[in-house]
């Protein structure tokens, strides 16, 4: 018991040596930027080979909190878009997961937060597929990984083969069924609903949980619309000229609401976009292109 307290508050010691240096630095600094300075996970391994997990998960848990504190749309949808850091919350995800590989938050945080706020559907599926290679067993990966190559990335042949492995993994007919479906042309809209639905199911975290629940209503709208527009085109001969044509010919009853403040419009290809290009995030974020998986080289 003595030595293991010895040991304890070596670890605990050598721990706050490290932070130590930038505790005053990181006060005086703004909140866009508190996230952003921690110690490289090779460091952590060779100072604390038997704190990996702990140290992880310490990591995503500060993540998690830091996310929860800017993100609150029904009282200020705008306080996100000054503050959000997303490439220190990337780096910091990355060498989390390169600390503890098997800590499913950091792969859930990094596919809600990368691929919808940050729009990093590489950076976001690299992750996964770092993941794979520990999380054997794991169906949930590959699944993520297929929705994002079917959906942002264009790549239906890998969605069906991520899709595939999912459903051996599983043994669940549904993700066997999706693999032949996406290497077709799908209705992409009920593809992100189902997705999102799920993704909302499996998540742990109430910040999470409350975003994606945001996302849902959204697709749901804009799968009204479509279904709007369809309707309108097959009895009309042609498709409707704007979304307001929708509603005042009546097959739209009420003007669709965005949830994420912006503005439902038909592009010059008739397809449903939005202003807010489903995210409270505005244009000048900093970018987290510079941000890699995380490899063992």
Same mark, same amino acid.
Not at 51 to 61: K, M, N, P, R, T
């Given at each position: /018991?003595?030595?293991?307290?010895?040991?304890? &508050?070596?670890?605990?010691?050598?721990?706050?040596?490290?932070?130590?240096?930038?505790?005053?630095?990181?006060?005086?600094? #703004?909140?866009?930027?508190?996230?952003?300075?921690? $110690?490289?996970?090779? #460091?952590?391994?060779?100072?604390?080979?038997?704190?990996?997990?702990?140290?992880?998960? &310490? !990591?995503?848990?500060?993540?998690?909190?830091? @996310?929860?504190?800017?993100?609150?749309?029904?009282?200020?949808?705008?306080?996100?878009?000054?503050?959000?850091?997303?490439?220190?919350? &990337?780096?910091? =995800?990355?060498?989390?997961?390169?600390?503890? +590989?098997?800590?499913?938050?950091?792969?859930?945080?990094? %596919?809600?937060?990368?691929?919808?706020?940050?729009? %990093?559907?590489?950076?976001?599926?690299?992750?996964?597929?770092?993941? /794979?290679?520990?999380?054997?067993?794991?169906? %949930?990966?590959?699944?993520?990984?297929?929705?994002?190559?079917?959906?942002?990335?264009?790549?239906?042949?890998?969605?069906?083969?991520?899709y595939m492995r999912a459903g051996e993994? &599983?043994?669940?007919?549904?993700?066997?069924?999706?693999?032949?479906?996406?290497?077709?042309?799908?209705?992409?809209? %009920? /593809?992100?609903?189902?997705?999102? =639905?799920?993704?909302?199911?499996?998540?742990?975290?109430? =910040?999470?949980?409350?975003?994606?629940?945001?996302?849902?209503?959204?697709?749901?709208?804009?799968?009204?619309?479509?279904?709007?527009?369809?309707?309108?085109?097959?009895?009309?001969?042609? +498709?409707?000229?704007?979304? =307001?044509?929708?509603?005042? *010919?009546?097959?739209? !009853?009420?003007?669709?609401?965005? $949830?994420?403040?912006?503005?439902? @419009?038909?592009?010059?290809?008739?397809?449903?976009?939005?202003?807010?290009?489903?995210?409270?995030?505005?244009?000048?974020? +900093? *970018?987290?292109?510079? *941000?890699?998986?995380? !490899?063992?080289?």
């Amino acid at each position: /018991m003595k030595r293991y307290l010895v040991t304890a &508050s070596c670890v605990l010691v050598a721990y706050l040596a490290i932070l130590g240096p930038f505790t005053q630095a990181m006060k005086e600094k #703004v909140t866009a930027v508190k996230l952003g300075i921690s $110690p490289h996970p090779k #460091v952590l391994q060779v100072l604390f080979p038997d704190y990996q997990e702990f140290l992880a998960a &310490s !990591s995503l848990g500060r993540i998690i909190q830091y @996310y929860g504190a800017l993100v609150d749309p029904a009282a200020d949808p705008g306080k996100v878009l000054r503050v959000a850091d997303y490439p220190a919350m &990337s780096r910091a =995800v990355h060498s989390a997961l390169h600390l503890d +590989p098997y800590n499913m938050d950091g792969y859930y945080f990094g %596919q809600s937060i990368l691929v919808w706020d940050a729009k %990093q559907y590489k950076l976001a599926t690299e992750l996964l597929e770092y993941g /794979m290679q520990y999380r054997t067993w794991d169906w %949930q990966l590959p699944f993520f990984a297929a929705f994002n190559q079917a959906y942002f990335l264009k790549d239906r042949a890998a969605a069906a083969r991520l899709y595939m492995r999912a459903g051996e993994l &599983s043994d669940a007919t549904l993700f066997k069924s999706l693999a032949g479906r996406y290497l077709q042309e799908a209705g992409e809209t %009920q /593809m992100a609903i189902d997705y999102l =639905v799920t993704l909302e199911k499996s998540a742990r975290t109430p =910040v999470i949980k409350e975003t994606l629940q945001v996302r849902i209503t959204a697709f749901q709208t804009v799968l009204s619309i479509e279904e709007a527009r369809d309707h309108y085109a097959e009895e009309k001969g042609h +498709p409707p000229a704007d979304i =307001v044509t929708l509603v005042t *010919s009546g097959y739209l !009853s009420t003007k669709p609401i965005d $949830p994420y403040g912006g503005e439902f @419009y038909l592009d010059e290809r008739k397809q449903v976009r939005t202003t807010s290009n489903f995210a409270f995030v505005a244009s000048g974020q +900093p *970018s987290v292109e510079s *941000s890699a998986a995380p !490899s063992d080289k």
